[in-house]
């Protein structure tokens, strides 16, 4: 029998066409309640600055202890603000979204949390300039939601003399072995047993597990007692920053999860580094990132606050 060319032809574009929508369905992101609610609450917002500032204080504000109720999506994957402080050196010679020597040698990159029950007065080294990136769950499609948030700590935990990319254990100090491996799963725990044997030294404090590969450890506990025990520990967490350590991303990476530029409200070097930033990124990679400017809390009972606006743009789409 004989089957004509335009037969053969027809019947493969019907199953490219066919693999293709299964490969488009693969891709596209499943419903999610939580991402319904932060629509619900900044979609409609036309300016793409003003709408990252809407996403920002939505997630600063939004405190769950899990996401998609599962008990292995701690709430740092879709709540809070996880963000990296830079140096404001207007004549570096590196792009401050790439990581450090330090961190390429390690695997980890510090970042803090902030959130409403997760606040503390300034970034870590008094630096007044930085970058955020989306929260993992609420990453764009055309960016990368693969960088894992690998562990966090109440307060600065030394983290470049730890094992394990920053989440390990202090050498010859046994109470900063990772909190899951000593049995400590609540905020009362790390309070009463680690915190107090460590003489509240960040060095000897351990970390909680926010990634766990095998779900063996539940992420979801580890991330309400980090939470818990900066609310038990006052004052302490309030006058020092928190710490998380992300795994190490490549240098030059287009697709590096960037939700927005900051500087510390009031930095005329803050502001003018951001901008800095905001320029070479264009410059990098066409793509347009705001500039938020945040004003830390002068007491504990005090909150957070964002802006943007538009005179602090040098790009804008």
């Known amino acids: 029998m004989i089957i004509s060319i335009k037969k053969i032809l027809g019947f493969t574009l019907v199953i490219l066409t066919l693999t293709l929508s299964t490969q488009a369905s693969t891709r596209s992101t499943p419903y999610s309640i939580d991402n319904e609610r932060r629509e619900n609450a900044c979609g409609n917002i036309t300016s793409a600055g003003e709408k990252t500032l809407c996403y920002i204080r939505y997630d600063y504000s939004n405190t769950p202890s899990r996401c998609n109720e599962s008990d292995n999506e701690p709430g740092v994957l879709c709540s809070g603000v996880v963000f990296r402080g830079t140096d404001d050196d207007l004549n570096r010679g590196y792009y401050s979204w790439n990581p450090s020597p330090a961190s390429v040698t390690s695997g980890g990159v510090s970042f803090s949390y902030l959130r409403k029950d997760s606040k503390f007065s300034k970034v870590a080294y008094n630096y007044e300039t930085g970058f955020i990136f989306y929260p993992v769950n609420f990453t764009p499609s055309t960016k990368d939601n693969t960088i894992k948030i690998l562990c966090g700590f109440p ?163």
């Open 155 to 317: 307060l600065d935990g030394w983290t470049n003399n730890r094992s394990d990319k920053g989440c390990g254990e202090q050498s010859s100090r046994p109470s900063s072995r990772p909190c899951a491996d000593q049995g400590i799963n609540n905020a009362s725990d790390w309070y009463d047993i680690n915190h107090s044997a460590s003489g509240q030294n960040g060095r000897y404090i351990c970390g909680f597990t926010l990634y766990s590969p095998d779900n063996t450890i539940n992420t979801t506990k580890q991330f309400d007692a980090m939470i818990k025990s900066q609310i038990l520990l006052k004052g302490n967490s309030f006058n020092e920053q928190n710490e998380l350590r992300l795994a190490t991303w490549e240098q030059n990476k287009s697709d590096i999860p960037l939700e927005a530029f900051f500087y510390h409200e009031g930095s005329s070097n803050g502001l003018k580094s951001s901008q800095k930033d905001q320029r070479e990124f264009y410059e990098q990679f066409n793509a347009v990132i705001p500039i938020i400017e945040i004003a830390f809390p002068a007491t504990i009972n005090d909150d957070v606050v964002f802006d943007y606006k538009e005179s602090d743009q040098v790009v804008t789409q």
